[in-house]
């Protein structure tokens, strides 16, 4: 379900059936590493999305965790910390985060939460087709990982 009225009504009826909850991480900057930021924010929202669409019903997708990229790693992960905090007032068994920024891996044991880390595939320059293809096969590993979680626990 996605973060909009619509999918947010069903959520709060439902609630006993959606055990999940995702997070994508996205970095922000303007400086040299804009388009950078710019094509991993692409990159996982479209996976996001299309894992949305695979899992509706199961999990909660939740507006993008942006943050500048050169504050403080640590205050970054803190605000992170605060957010998923007010998370608990809901019956979730799995909160995963979803990103690009490999920074994350550092910290997944200090976090309520796994982190999968997916390294982006720049989208600009590709044909519609093919991009298809790219984030077919993408998504058809994240459902795999996300499954396994799902029956560890």
């Excluded at 094509?39 to 993008?64: A, D, W």
């Excluded at 979803?98 to 200090?110: F, G, L, Q, R």
């Amino acid at each position: 379900m996605n973060w909009n009225v619509a999918d947010i009504e069903q959520y709060i009826n439902e609630q006993e059936y959606i055990d999940t909850v995702v997070i994508p991480l996205v970095p922000i900057t303007f400086g040299q590493g804009m388009k950078n930021n710019a094509s991993q924010m692409e990159f996982i929202n479209i996976l996001t999305q299309q894992l949305e669409r695979q899992f509706k019903g199961r999990l909660l997708l939740l507006p993008n965790f942006t943050y500048v990229e050169e504050v403080d790693k640590l205050t970054n992960k803190e605000m992170l910390q605060t957010f998923v905090s007010h998370l608990k007032a809901l019956p979730l068994k799995h909160v995963l985060y979803v990103t690009s920024d490999k920074v994350w891996k550092s910290y997944e044991n200090e976090l309520e939460g796994e982190c999968i880390w997916i390294p982006a595939i720049p989208l600009d320059n590709m044909d519609d087709q093919y991009k298809r293809s790219i984030m077919e096969d993408q998504v058809k590993q994240l459902l795999n990982i996300f499954i396994q979680k799902w029956q560890n626990r």
